[in-house]
């Protein structure tokens, strides 16, 4: 399956019928009479989805409209691209099969969409069917929300590709006999002509063998734009596919890279046209890395996790971009090991640089479920430089030779279906407490906005982290919380020590993931909580140093007894905590309830706090590739929050103290425990009090109290620059239009006058390209409206790409403008004042010592 980041593509895409048909009529005559069928099952009219791509109603296809019902869903996921068509469906309840008039010896897409939710008395669990399209089957047994759940995703689409075996294709859908109440369903249907793409592929391992994919059903399961961005369906060349970009299958090292111009030509050969690929594909590329010696023994992999016992195609695509001459980029490419091509010379291929060409590799899939291809330079050849390259990498499953594609439902650990529950449940009760609260309390929204009413689920995260944004957090100092590493390590030292914490509320999973400690252990672990152990102090209470397990250092913050933080709170902290884990987030190690004590423990992050290593204090200076490491870093773990997790997380809360850094300088984003957005916030954002720290806070999240993930990327953008320039996000002492970093950054920006402004410490040092990148994305976090905005997913790929820009040694000059930065006058007192600036000025950024009037916005009967 096509991992879908719904964050960073949409799924649907405007080509309009009479492009496809034109396409496909240039390729051959006979295909004039393609056709089109995009059906949003269940519903009644022609709909337009929000790319203009229409969906017609699906009744006039079925050959019987006996056994099935039209449902709307009950619950629109947040993460949904569209309602279109994934808010209506076509329940079946016995056998029922589509028909559809298509030109003989034509190959065509077939797209399935599901949409796993309960749908009405139809519950997603029950949903457990076949799907068999001209005698192939597709699906068998197939549990949808499993299948959602393992991917970690709202929606699924399959992909396949067949030759329909006469004039006619019928799609039959079958409901599982083996198991009471099951029912199939489906969504949306595609059936699109298509040229035919596919022909022999050697067999990898098996000498000269190959097979015919030619008169093979094909699934896609991965489409890549390797080095490059999402490609969405209208950007593709006509046949409506997605590229995604391949970061996330990388196996160890990155590789590096080329950096290209957006528009460089490519030259498709006769044989070759843009059906097979469009040219973003073969504009962007990921190369082994910049130093021939360091490559001569490197390899780069990628590795995809499939089902066992298939065929699979793979299909690489390449297109030299950078070298004239043969026998300068020689490489060799292996597929599960096994040696796929030796001494692959791309000129050879197609004889002239920016000439696109693909090479096809079968590879039968046997007892394990991963494929993996790895390259590596060929040194026996001895070309004029070691390294390999990649533009493009698809891979199909192939049908058995029983006619099946189908393969077993994916598992998912206990702890993961539990979260899966439990997350429901939580929301609910969060709601529930909030309601009650707010009578109690009659919270008024500030601003006078406050807050919808369905929007309970949230309002409990603003009310419980309201007292840490205004009263915590004060210098916000060291380093805490932890590191997924160590979290395991603690996890599996010791199981409990303390007898009688009585969290019979936490759910089972929280607790099998999330480690019980005693009082008597967290008293010895921080001196019995000796004020020389504070590490931190927030709304919630103090941070202390502390040891536990007799060496593993933690972070552990206890609860001020007259903390508002309820233990309510406190055990929603625990439950959401305990299931949010990544390389890029801060993660709970256990906690201990006892004695009415309210103690969290997290790993301790040897390095603090990003911001205390780019001013106001003693630290060494930070290279700048050390910074853009922490900020591609932290940039991952934001995309992680918004995109990996089954429901969108918006921080609400980004900026420099809210980035640590551990002991190897990995950047971990912190602090985001109660920021989870729920189910049933029918909408793309949700309202809410305004919150957040002043200096940070998205211009349109403050204006129309809306919340979305792009107020995570404007906090992000002002971040970067934070980075780049070493001073804090608001210096009240500076003149005026130089307050706000956002303003005064975006004012040089756009002046062409930002080198004015960035840290002395990185003049001279910092490639251009690589600033003018980096620049440019923050420039576009701070757009004014979040629709301008990039996504987190955007940003990340442009950090990635400036590293790259910084890193390699050919760039262009480096700026050494010393001349500049220390003439007087207005513009220089920016860098000047900050680093002379007095301390306790600097915290106005995290929100605290600002004036009066907004922390009355904030908090409006805060005090
Ligand atoms: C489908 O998977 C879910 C787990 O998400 C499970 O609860 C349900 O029982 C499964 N349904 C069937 C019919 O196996
Ligand atoms: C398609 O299904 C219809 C109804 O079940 C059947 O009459 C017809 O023979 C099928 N056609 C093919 C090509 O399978
Ligand atoms: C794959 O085939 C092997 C050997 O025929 C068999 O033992 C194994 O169970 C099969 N795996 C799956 C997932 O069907
Ligand atoms: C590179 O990959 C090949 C083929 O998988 C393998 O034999 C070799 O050990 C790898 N080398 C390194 C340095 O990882
Ligand atoms: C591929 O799968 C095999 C067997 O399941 C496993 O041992 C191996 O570690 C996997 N490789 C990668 C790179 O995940
Ligand atoms: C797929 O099915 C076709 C016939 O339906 C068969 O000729 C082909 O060999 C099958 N593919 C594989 C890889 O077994």
């Excluded at 189908?406 to 429901?424: Q, T």
């Excluded at 720290?693 to 906090?715: A, H, I």
Aim: include cysteine.
């Amino acid at each position: 399956m096509m991992k879908t980041k719904t964050k960073t593509c949409t799924l649907f895409c405007l080509v309009s019928f009479y492009f496809v048909l034109n396409a496909l009529h240039v390729l051959s005559a006979s295909k004039s009479n393609a056709v089109s069928y995009i059906l949003s099952c269940g519903s009644a009219s022609n709909e337009a989805d929000p790319d203009g791509r229409k969906w017609g109603p699906d009744t006039q296809y079925l050959v019987s409209q006996a056994n099935s019902e039209t449902k709307g869903a009950q619950y629109q996921d947040p993460s949904l691209p569209s309602t279109i068509p994934y808010m209506s469906a076509r329940i079946i309840k016995s056998e029922l099969t589509y028909s559809f008039k298509v030109p003989g010896k034509t190959r065509h897409w077939i797209r399935l969409h599901f949409y796993p939710t309960n749908y009405e008395t139809y519950l997603s669990n029950n949903a457990y069917f076949s799907v068999v399209a001209d005698g192939v089957t597709l699906l068998k047994n197939f549990n949808s929300s499993i299948t959602a759940l393992a991917l970690t995703q709202s929606h699924i689409l399959r992909e396949y590709s067949l030759y329909p075996s006469g004039e006619v294709l019928n799609i039959t859908f079958t409901p599982s006999p083996d198991h009471k109440d099951s029912y199939a369903f489906v969504n949306g249907i595609e059936v699109i002509s298509m040229p035919d793409l596919f022909k022999r592929a050697i067999m990898v391992g098996f000498g000269e063998e190959s097979v015919n994919t030619k008169s093979s059903v094909l699934q896609t399961m991965y489409r890549l734009n390797v080095g490059g961005q999402f490609i969405s369906a209208t950007k593709d060349s006509g046949l409506t596919r997605q590229w995604y970009d391949d970061s996330s299958y990388i196996y160890g090292n990155l590789g590096m890279i080329p950096d290209i111009e957006a528009n460089r030509k490519i030259l498709y050969p006769k044989d070759l046209t843009g059906y097979v690929a469009p040219v973003d594909v073969y504009r962007t590329a990921r190369a082994l890395g910049m130093d021939s010696a360091v490559n001569a023994n490197s390899n780069i992999s990628w590795t995809f996790q499939v089902d066992s016992n298939f065929t699979y195609m793979v299909r690489l695509h390449f297109c030299e971009l950078s070298y004239t001459k043969v026998n300068q980029r020689v490489f060799n490419i292996f597929i599960n090991n096994q040696l796929a091509e030796q001494g692959a010379d791309i000129l050879i291929w197609t004889g002239a640089i920016n000439v696109p060409v693909y090479r096809d590799y079968a590879i039968y899939v046997l007892g394990n479920d991963n494929v993996t291809i790895t390259m590596n330079p060929d040194k026996s050849m001895t070309p004029e430089f070691y390294d390999t390259l990649l533009n493009g990498l698809e891979i199909f499953k192939l049908n058995d030779t029983l006619g099946n594609l189908a393969g077993p439902n994916p598992e998912i650990s206990k702890e993961m279906e539990e979260y899966d529950r439990n997350w429901l449940r939580i929301v609910a009760d969060a709601a529930e407490r909030e309601e009650k609260k707010k009578k109690e309390k009659l919270i008024a929204g500030a601003a006078g906005g406050a807050g919808a009413v369905g929007l309970l689920a949230v309002c409990i995260v603003v009310y419980t982290r309201k007292k840490r944004v205004l009263g915590s957090e004060c210098g916000a100092t060291s380093g805490w919380l932890p590191l997924y590493g160590s979290w395991s390590n603690s996890n599996g030292k010791s199981t409990t020590s303390g007898k009688s914490c009585s969290s019979s509320t936490l759910s089972s999973l929280a607790q099998g993931l999330c480690r019980h400690f005693s009082l008597a252990e967290m008293k010895s672990g921080t001196r019995n909580f000796e004020e020389s152990q504070v590490i931190g102090v927030g709304g919630f209470g103090k941070v202390y140093k502390g040891i536990v397990d007799g060496g593993t250092k933690v972070a552990v913050k206890r609860a001020n007894p007259s903390s508002e933080q309820g233990l309510h709170e406190f055990r929603t902290e625990i439950e959401m905590l305990s299931k949010l884990r990544h390389r890029h987030l801060v993660s709970l190690i256990g906690f201990c309830e006892e004695n009415d004590e309210m103690i969290l423990v997290y790993d301790y992050m040897g390095n603090g706090t990003l911001r205390e290593h780019l001013y106001k204090s003693n630290n060494p200076q930070l290279s700048w590739k050390q910074r853009l490491e922490i900020c591609i870093g932290a940039a991952r773990g934001l995309y992680y929050l918004h995109t990996g997790a089954k429901y969108t997380i918006i921080h609400r809360d980004v900026k420099t103290t809210n980035i640590l850094v551990d002991d190897n300088w990995v950047a971990k984003v912190s602090d985001f425990g109660l920021s989870k957005t729920g189910p049933n916030l029918n909408q793309t954002h949700v309202s809410t009090v305004v919150k957040g720290s002043f200096g940070y806070l998205d211009p349109e999240y403050f204006r129309r109290q809306q919340l979305t993930d792009k107020s995570d990327v404007y906090s992000f953008g002002v971040v970067l620059f934070e980075v780049l320039c070493a001073r804090p996000a608001l210096n009240p002492t500076l003149p005026k239009e130089q307050v706000s970093l956002a303003d005064w950054a975006l004012h040089c920006q756009r002046k062409g006058i930002l080198q004015d402004i960035i840290d002395p410490q990185l003049k001279g040092k910092v490639n251009p390209e690589c600033l003018k990148k980096f620049a440019e994305t923050a420039e576009k976090c701070l757009s004014d409206q979040g629709k301008d905005r990039p996504s987190m997913g955007d940003v990340l790929w442009n950090l990635e790409f400036a590293l790259q820009l910084h890193e390699n040694p050919n760039g262009a000059s480096l700026i050494a403008d010393e001349r500049s930065s220390r003439t007087t006058g207005a513009i220089n007192s920016g860098t000047n004042g900050s680093h002379g600036g007095e301390s306790s000025i600097d915290d106005m950024s995290d929100g605290l010592t600002t004036s009066a009037v907004f922390s009355q916005l904030v908090n409006p009967q805060g005090r």
